[in-house]
């Protein structure tokens, strides 16, 4: 006999409560941001509209090195004046709070992403991360 079991949906382990900055926000404002709160992804928005997302990689590209002999005064210039809407990822692959755990597992693996957004009727509503995802299997384990 075949058991019929209920898929885990993204919803019911997606992180509700996003942190999001608008196109305009500055490199120190979204370096301060994942740095504070302990994240990887920063979801770019217009109003409740996902258009971006960067991700700590994007920002340790774009940030000059020290090393490189630039002076402070110019590092704090561009980290003051460039805008995580130059350095984003334009239109991210969005699933929706229906997809199926698994199917953004694969989503993550196959195209090495840190965070899924979540978007329902054009707005952003979550994000699911491969934390999310351990801490599922984690809890699907049982131990």
Do not use: C
Not at 18 to 24: D, I, Q, Y
Not at 52 to 61: M, N, S
Not at 62 to 75: D, H, K
Not at 88 to 101: C, D, E, F, G, Y
């Amino acid at each position: 006999m075949k058991h019929k079991t209920t898929a885990v949906l993204v919803a019911d382990r997606m992180t509700r409560k996003v942190v999001t900055l608008p196109g305009s926000a500055t490199l120190r404002e979204a370096i301060t941001s994942m740095r504070r709160l302990g994240i990887r992804q920063i979801p770019i928005v217009d109003g409740e509209r996902l258009v971006g997302i960067v991700t700590d990689r994007d920002l340790k590209h774009a940030t000059p090195s020290m090393l490189s002999g630039i002076g402070q005064e110019e590092f704090d210039r561009i980290l003051d004046s460039t805008h995580v809407a130059q350095i984003m990822t334009r239109n991210p692959l969005p699933v929706t709070p229906a997809t199926s755990l698994g199917d953004a597992a694969k989503i993550l693996a196959d195209r090495k992403f840190g965070a899924l957004p979540v978007v329902e009727g054009g707005r952003l509503v979550g994000i699911i991360t491969t934390s999310d995802l351990l801490r599922a299997l984690h809890a699907m384990s049982g131990e």
